[in-house]
C-alpha cells in the first residue's frame, strides 16, 4: 500500500509542477537558482506551490490567470514547498515580515520583498478573487 500511496504522491507532484510551469513560470529548483531569479534587477513573481487541495483548486489557477493583466512581473518564477526543500527556503528567506506559507505568492522588486498574498488569504477564495489580489499588486509595483 505505501508503494501505491508513492506512486500516487509522484503523479500528484509531477501534476502539480506542469501545470505551473505550463501556466509560463519558471521552476526554480536550487538555492542558487532562486537568488539568481530574485537579486536581478526588476520584478519578480515568486509563486510558492504544493500538493494541498487549495493550491490546486484556487492558487495555480489564479496564477494562470493573473497574468493575462496588462502589467506583469518582468519575472514569473515558482518553488515547490515540501519538494525542493532548500530552494523554498532561499526564496522564503528573501520573504522578510511575512511567516511562512504554501501556497503563496510574493512580489520583489530588486531583491526585495513588497507584498505577499499568503495561504491565509487564498484558502476560502477562488481563482478569480486570487487573480485580482495579484493584477491588483502588478498595476501597482510593475
Wanted: charged residues 25%; negative net charge.
Amino acid at each position: 500500500m505505501s508503494m501505491d500511496f508513492n506512486l500516487f504522491m509522484n503523479d500528484v507532484v509531477a501534476t502539480a509542477r506542469e501545470e505551473i510551469k505550463a501556466a509560463g513560470y519558471q521552476e526554480l529548483t536550487t538555492p542558487e537558482a532562486v537568488e539568481e531569479a530574485i537579486t536581478s534587477e526588476g520584478t519578480t513573481l515568486v509563486m510558492v506551490n504544493s500538493v494541498c487541495g487549495c493550491a490546486g483548486g484556487v492558487a495555480r489557477p489564479a496564477a494562470r490567470l493573473a497574468i493575462a493583466n496588462e502589467k506583469t512581473p518582468d519575472k514569473l518564477v515558482t518553488v515547490f514547498a515540501g519538494q525542493d526543500k532548500e530552494a523554498t527556503a532561499k526564496a522564503r528567506s528573501y520573504f522578510t515580515g511575512f511567516a511562512p506559507s504554501s501556497p503563496s505568492f510574493a512580489i520583489l522588486k530588486d531583491g526585495q520583498i513588497i507584498n505577499m498574498v499568503e495561504r491565509h488569504e487564498i484558502e476560502g477564495s477562488d481563482p478569480e478573487e486570487v487573480s485580482g489580489m495579484l493584477q491588483y499588486l502588478f498595476d501597482k509595483y510593475c
